[in-house]
């Protein structure tokens, strides 16, 4: 049994969701749902730390799904990077759940609960597929899982606010653009290669890399994509899809869709196209990075002026994609690596935030910041998370977010990019602004006398402050994210698909 | 035994868990237990660097114990102690956390080996100090704090910013002597400069402290600048050129000083100007110096202390600490006075008391190693302390024209702390070889020379007697009663003219630009507004074509520098 589960592990961390989704539709009970959801995260989540835990040196799995041989069967292909964000899609679908189970209960009808969790199901396999594919083309068949079913989850924010369905609806025709640039940029490297595996198609774009079809497929990948990621400009389905959408939709997408699609990025541009090649070094030197350091800026001060708490959560995640892209732009290892270091303490950070707005948002109705004056003193320990998760976005020192911080500024300073390390820090110093004026209200205003606001319930806090509390510790104890962000930057940098030896798997079962 | 205690941990804890003990006496007597206890681990443990940790494979030291960091750290513990003693009457939650936050910061901040470990502390004292201010709960004092806390902060970040380029150029994060040969060092040099209140970036000090509560101002007085005396003196003794910032400190100050009729103003004033003496000690660099500067540091803050305790007392029963508004006040708080004139004879310096011993070993450092001119300013700004904090404070609070106001004494427990304190003072006073016995070197000094103590006489008799004689004579109206106090005729003619001018010049220009930058800062937050407001342009909710459009210009962007070529 352990050996069928070892040798069969990535699929299953895949196919274990996946069927639950119908699964939780068929019982049509949602507390069914509810637990059959949970197990089958679960089931992923330590299913993600066992291949996370067989890689971590370097090792490369390599999964032929059916016992078909690649190219022409399709591969599931686990290092150290996409293991890394495996954990981290897992992690937090883990702990969205309990979390979702109370919180929708006032945001969702009741009868439109076991759809939710089929939903969420179907947009965990998604990312899920989306991280821990060898395929180009499985990429875009996962990512229009998750893409779909999104869209049904942000909607569901309804019934709160109908303004989630015109959300929903512009998410859905950006989303929509975006993924067929994606295929079309698919379409372009096969028709100039005639492969759509990621490790063949690293070995031949090399020799046509002056190919104007390579050359123009990459740059709708990286656009296409860059959409998904929310690359200012491209970010302004963002704000109103967090901020309308349920709370643990909030939550969940916050933490995991953008990241996933940025790791599809840094796929594509490192081990499918070589950061060798010219033109890429150029599109991303001239066209993202500029991007990067005008998200850093521009939707800080958006955030600032911001007086709905998740809407300025949202402006948030834009500056601090920002930071990602500027880290791979820098196109070295520790670059990278920051950025990676990046994408799990901000998960970490803005789950943790989005899941306190959540619990004030269920105690009192609304995100919006005025209504929230004085509740430092009603809900201390919600308010107190919001207080820690803000100092960790800042990038206080003892808090994750300094750890990636100074790993970018130590990436920039390794290329003597002085200008760009000090406008790391300065960006910093506007989120000092924005966190500082939900810490005035929630702690300085007077609250409004009338209305006696209960803490949140534990079901709430407990995984919020679980994850307050993974903040601080990877705070201190850097060296577990960086040292797998090291290992994986290291191996794309090399470009293809590096690594120490390759493990095949699943060839037995046929 | 105890070398798993940190003390700085000890204050946090006590900070953590005081909300939890019952407010009351049982709370307040509890907190005086905490720097009691923070002092075990620092008078147990051997010296050394222990609680070491280990962050992205740099080993961060928490807990360096050295005879510099030991003098600095005691004190802040015995400050800390008598604040609260001072402060044990007050029941408001939100003071006493973050006094304890604050002190406990401070002390971090001290024993830290390492330049992280540094700002981690250094942003805790800005951080827990503001609500020392803020605890007035007015409009006037949320502003106040609101600057002071910018202020601090940006200290923070710009050592942050020096730690992160001081390390890329020198790989090492260690705190020790600093060499200014890197950029880096400059910035943690600025960061210094701006907690110590150096000319020109001080007037966070004047600004804040006095829009304290009356309790918070003592405990501010003691260890924000101190600490940045001791970060100076640990990474950059013997910088040649903090020598004339370090006498211009003790200069301008005392013109303010003068004219200022809000006592505690005033006293921070000369709290500036007894800074610009350590700093003078850290420039001059030698182990004299810097013993000098530790011993200050050590008496000066137990005689400002003293100060601000009994304005502060003052304060307290009357309602205001305004010079014009007081007088008299010997008649019904007796104790205060004395204690008052103690402070105020420690801070002038008079032999037998704690600033005598200390001022004079800096005095004699720049002596010795030929800085004369120097020493010219420091015997100059000596006089002039004498006469705005020895003189004009206890004067004003107590003597003077009767006010007519009839307070009641001070508290016990403000009477219990001001006496130790004022024991504190004296005893230093008459036994400096205790305080001697425990500074960074081992250095014989002996301050009761006959040629000091005479020196020093004739500076204060002079002194008095000119304020004396004014007084007598009437010639100064009241609301200048104490300008001319320097020990040279001469002065008193030309300096009201010239100090006049240059004041009023020097408060126009300050004025204007802080109008400006006020106005200019309301401007950008206006346009900024328009742009990224809920309603401005950048953050509107546009059509989804428009987004369209946007993918299209982008697409076109990336298509055109990959298929051109850019180098």
């Given amino acids: 049994m352990l050996s069928f589960v070892s040798a069969h592990s990535p699929l299953l961390a895949i196919v274990i969701p996946l069927i639950s989704a119908p699964l939780c539709m068929l019982f049509g009970n949602r507390t069914v749902a509810f637990t059959i959801s949970t197990l089958a995260v679960a089931a992923s989540f330590a299913l993600s730390i066992y291949l996370l835990w067989w890689v971590k040196d370097g090792t490369v799995l390599s999964y032929h799904i059916g016992g078909w041989a690649p190219p022409l069967g399709i591969e599931y292909r686990v290092d150290t990077a996409n293991a890394f964000v495996l954990l981290i899609v897992s992690a937090m679908g883990l702990l969205t759940l309990p979390y979702a189970r109370t919180s929708i209960t006032d945001e969702i009808d009741e009868n439109h609960h076991t759809l939710f969790y089929a939903c969420y199901m179907l947009c965990f396999t998604g990312l899920m597929g989306v991280t821990i594919t060898g395929d180009a083309f499985n990429v875009f068949v996962f990512l229009e899982i998750s893409s779909l079913s999104t869209y049904v989850l942000v909607a569901l924010g309804a019934k709160k606010d109908k303004r989630a369905l015109s959300a929903a609806y512009d998410y859905l025709v950006l989303g929509t653009i975006g993924a067929t640039f994606f295929v079309i940029g698919l379409g372009f490297i096969y028709m100039a290669t005639g492969t759509l595996n990621m490790v063949d198609l690293s070995q031949r774009l090399p020799a046509i890399s002056d190919s104007r079809t390579v050359r123009a497929g990459f740059a709708l990948i990286v656009i296409g994509m860059g959409l998904k990621v929310a690359v200012y400009p491209l970010h302004r389905w963002l704000p109103g899809a967090y901020t309308y959408s349920p709370s643990a939709v909030s939550v969940f997408l916050a933490s995991t869709a953008t990241k996933v699609a940025l790791y599809v990025i840094i796929r594509f541009m490192f081990s499918v196209y070589s950061a060798r090649f010219g033109f890429e070094a150029v599109t991303f030197q001239y066209v993202i990075l500029p991007l990067a350091l005008v998200a850093m800026f521009g939707a800080s001060f958006v955030a600032v002026y911001q007086i709905n708490l998740k809407r300025m959560l949202a402006y948030s995640s834009v500056s601090q994609i920002g930071y990602m892209l500027l880290g791979l732009s820098l196109l070295n290892v520790e670059g990278v690596s920051g950025a990676f270091v990046h994408m799990f303490n901000h998960a970490m950070t803005k789950g943790a935030l989005f899941m306190a707005v959540g619990a004030i948002v269920f105690r009192t109705g609304s995100a919006m910041l005025p209504n929230m004056a004085g509740l430092g003193k009603q809900m201390p320990w919600t308010s107190a998370a919001i207080v820690i998760g803000g100092l960790s976005l800042i990038g206080v020192p003892s808090s994750a977010g300094f750890v990636s911080k100074w790993v970018l500024m130590s990436a920039a300073f390794e290329r003597d990019w002085w200008l760009i390390a000090f406008l790391i820090v300065g960006s910093s110093l506007i989120a000092v602004v924005y966190v500082w004026r939900v810490i005035e209200v929630l702690y300085l205003q007077q609250p409004n006398k009338d209305v006696v606001v209960k803490e949140a319930p534990l079901s709430l806090l407990v995984p919020t402050w679980i994850l307050i509390i993974t903040t601080l510790w990877f705070g201190l104890h850097a060296d577990f994210a960086i040292g797998f962000a090291t290992t994986a930057a290291e191996n794309l940098i090399q470009g293809g698909f590096g690594g120490k030896e390759v493990i095949i798997l699943g060839v037995e079962s046929r | ?567």
């Fill in chain 2, 1 to 567: 035994m105890f070398e798993w205690l940190h003390p700085a941990l000890v204050y946090l804890a006590g900070a953590f868990l005081l909300p939890f003990v019952p407010n009351g006496k049982a709370r307040a007597s509890l907190i005086l237990l905490v720097p009691l206890i923070g002092l075990i681990p620092l008078l147990t443990m051997p010296y050394g660097e222990t609680l070491q940790f280990t962050l992205f494979g740099e080993t961060l030291t928490t807990f360096r114990l050295d005879r510099l960091s030991f003098v600095f750290s005691l004190i802040f513990s015995l400050a800390a102690f008598l604040s609260l003693l001072y402060a044990w009457h007050v029941r408001d939650t939100m003071q006493q956390v973050a006094a304890l936050a604050y002190a406990g910061s401070a002390i971090g901040a001290a024993l830290a080996g390492d330049l992280i470990t540094l700002f981690v502390w250094w942003e805790g004292t800005a951080i827990a100090s503001v609500f020392l201010i803020w605890a007035r709960r007015t409009e006037g004092s949320y502003n106040t704090g609101m600057r002071y806390l910018i202020i601090q902060i940006a200290s923070g970040v710009v050592l942050l910013a020096g730690a992160a380029i001081h390390y890329r150029e020198t790989g090492s994060l260690a705190f020790d002597k600093l060499s200014l040969e890197g950029v880096g060092a400059w910035f943690i040099l600025l960061s210094f400069g701006i907690k110590c209140a150096f000319p020109l970036l001080h007037n966070w000090l004047q600004d804040s402290y006095p829009a304290a509560t009356v309790t918070g101002t003592v405990i501010l007085s003691a260890f924000t600048t101190k600490l940045a005396v001791y970060a100076l003196a640990r990474g950059f003794a013997g910088t040649d050129f903090l020598i004339p910032i370090g006498a211009a400190m003790t200069l301008f100050p005392i013109f303010y000083a003068v004219i200022e009729n809000d006592l505690r103003r005033v006293l921070t004033y000369s709290l500036n100007n007894q800074l610009g003496f350590m700093v003078v000690g850290i420039g001059v660099g030698s182990e004299l110096a810097i013993n000098g500067t530790a011993a200050h540091a050590f008496s000066h803050i137990l005689y400002k202390a003293l100060l601000f305790m009994s304005v502060g007392a003052v304060l307290y029963r009357t309602g205001t600490a305004k010079g014009s508004e007081l007088g008299g006040l010997y008649k019904t708080m007796p104790w205060t006075m004395v204690f008052c004139v103690i402070g105020a004879a420690s801070i002038s310096a008079f032999p037998l008391f704690s600033g005598f011993i200390s001022k004079s070993m800096i005095l004699s450092a720049a002596a010795k190693d030929g800085h004369y001119i120097t020493w010219l300013i420091l015997l100059f700004a000596s006089a002039g302390v004498f006469h705005h904090s020895g003189i004009k404070i206890p004067y004003f609070a107590f003597f003077a024209h009767d006010s007519g106001k009839r307070p009641a004494e001070a508290p016990w427990n403000m009477l219990l702390a001001m006496g130790l304190t004022a024991f504190l003072c004296i005893a230093i006073g008459v036994w400096p070889n205790a305080l001697y016995s425990i500074l960074p070197f081992d250095v014989k000094y002996n301050p009761y020379t006959s040629t000091h103590v005479i020196t020093q006489f004739q500076l204060l008799f002079f002194s008095a007697i000119a304020f004396g004689t004014l007084m007598r004579t009437g010639i100064y109206p009241p609301e200048l009663k104490s300008v001319n106090l320097d020990t040279d005729w001469t002065y008193r003619k030309m300096l009201p003219a010239v100090l006049g001018f240059v004041i009023l010049f020097v408060s126009a220009v300050w004025s204007e630009l802080a109008r400006g930058a006020t106005n200019s800062a309301l401007a950008i937050r206006d346009t900024l507004a328009k742009f990224y407001g809920p309603e401005g342009r950048v953050a509107q909710v546009q059509p989804t074509g428009y987004m369209v459009l946007w993918l299209a210009i982008l697409l076109g962007a990336a298509l055109f520098v990959n298929l051109v070529g850019l180098p």
